[in-house]
């Protein structure tokens, strides 16, 4: 066979001219090549093709042999019978006529599946490659009908018992320790795929956004009148009262001096130190007498002014909008972003490290719950249950939301195939058993033939 110009050794220029000129052939050539490329490729036969075809073409000398060799017989039983070779030639010759019927139509049938009997086009004939679009469309009906619908997905996971064999495998130490390393190699993955930046901004910006659309102070109010009301904040009041008396005993003269330094000019200094001497004593007396007093009247106005503002947050609206925007002012400062991102960074790498590490309290934790998991589903029928009708409810939702996708991708999978190709790998696949088809038409109309001439015979006698 003459050699295309594509299919030239790389280098060569065509038929002459510059190198131009080749290089220009070549490129003009090299998207027909490819695609020449592609179709050698969706119209090859792999290995078994090919010796299943070889198969086909023996079962058809076989059958056509038979067909001859029945032909044969008949001529004979005829040649026989006009030479008065007796009743029995009548019997042969019936017999081998009715096969060679049976033989020719069942030749016709098997032949009008895949091209026209004798190149004739004669209706109804060459059906799959004319019909190979539908035949498509009827398989991808057919599977969506009966194999993705409700009803048939849910009788057979019901039948598998999921719930019952997936628990009696995560029950396996062995088990769980292989789906606990695959989740931890999955979690790394994804957490190493994705950009911290990108996670830092989505974080900060469902944080503020969702801040900003709730407000807090009626919360806060709740929570603080809660607090006021279980006495929950005495213990920090006793705790600022504590530390505030130490301070003092240790900063005294630092709180003396405050004292005199904001004194006037023209006083006296020893004024200022007296006075100085006052303030300190006085307010360290007021602080002991505090950290002492369960019932000091300052400890009950502490009280009163939290409930009160504890009440303004959740019913003044001017308290409210002014919690409103201090959270504003908090949540735009650079700091907390930062903290955000901060804190981001800070979890990758702890979830990375648990995960790489196999003696981490995260996978031990997961592998323990995976076993725990696997045991209630291997031995408690309502666990099974709940699995069974979750996984039968996620596949019924995939089927029937899916199904014309996954139909399709059979319809257009038969569309794209070539009508010839398609028709000799089908032929390579069935037709050997279709051959067995045309043997057995011949021998069963060899009998029916025998058989009526043999009752025309009686009947007529």
């Known amino acids: 066979m003459e050699r295309t110009k594509a299919e030239l050794p790389e280098g060569t220029g065509g038929t002459g001219g510059s190198g ?4 220009g052939a070549g490129a003009g050539t090299g998207g027909a090549a490819a695609g020449a490329v592609r179709d050698r490729a969706m119209t090859s036969f792999s290995p078994a093709d090919e010796e299943k075809r070889r198969g086909v073409r023996r079962m058809k000398l076989t059958a056509t042999g ?32 009715a096969g060679m019927v049976g033989a020719l139509a069942d030749w016709f049938a098997v032949t009008a599946l895949f091209r026209h009997p004798l190149g004739i086009p004669i209706p109804h004939t060459a059906i799959i490659p004319k019909k190979k679009d539908q035949l498509g469309v009827s398989l991808g009906e057919f599977v969506g009908e009966n194999f993705l619908s409700e009803a ?20 396996v130490p062995e088990h769980a320790d292989r789906v606990t390393a695959e989740l931890s190699a999955a979690l790394r993955g994804a957490l ?8 830092q901004a989505v974080v900060g910006e469902a944080i503020t956004r969702r801040a900003d659309a709730q407000e807090i102070a009626p919360g806060i109010g709740k929570m603080l009148d809660r607090v006021v009301s279980d006495g929950g904040h005495k213990r920090a009041v006793d705790l600022i009262v504590s530390r505030a008396h130490d301070w003092l005993i240790l900063h005294g003269d630092s709180v003396m001096d405050a004292v005199q330094g904001g004194a006037p000019g023209w006083t006296p200094r020893f004024v200022d130190r007296k006075i100085g001497d006052r303030v300190y004593k006085e307010l360290l007396r007021f602080v002991t007498e505090m950290r002492d007093m369960p019932a000091h009247p300052a400890r009950g106005a502490l009280d009163r002014f939290l409930t009160d503002f504890a009440a303004d947050l959740q019913s003044d609206t001017e308290t409210r909008a002014r919690v409103e925007r201090l959270k504003t002012e908090v949540l735009g400062r650079g700091e907390v972003q930062d ?71 059979i319809t257009d999978t038969v569309a794209s195939w070539d009508a010839e190709h398609t028709t000799k ?19 069963v109309g060899s009998l029916a ?11 007529g006698a």
């Open 20 to 23: 131009g000129v080749g290089a």
């Open 66 to 97: 038979l067909l001859l060799f029945v032909a044969l017989v008949y001529v004979l039983a005829e040649w026989a019978s006009h030479r008065g070779a007796g009743a029995w030639a009548g019997y042969v010759s019936a017999a081998a006529e």
């Open 152 to 171: 048939v997905v849910r009788q057979r996971l019901r039948a598998v018992g999921i719930g019952s064999r997936l628990g009696a495998w995560l029950a």
């Open 192 to 199: 190493t795929v994705l950009r911290d930046s990108d996670v």
């Open 339 to 409: 903290l955000i991102a901060s804190a981001w960074t800070a979890v990758r790498s702890m979830i990375v490290s648990a995960a790489e590490d196999e003696r981490s309290e995260l996978r031990l934790r997961v592998r323990a719950s995976l076993l725990s998991l696997g045991s209630r589903m291997a031995s408690d029928a309502k666990v099974q249950g709940k699995v069974d009708r979750w996984v039968e409810s996620a596949a019924v939702y995939v089927v029937t939301t899916y199904r014309k996708e996954i139909t399709s991708l």
């Open 425 to 443: 790998k089908i032929e390579a696949n069935i037709g050997r058993d279709l051959q067995f088809i045309r043997i057995n038409g011949t021998v």
């Open 449 to 459: 033939g025998l058989l009526i001439y043999t009752v025309s015979r009686v009947l």
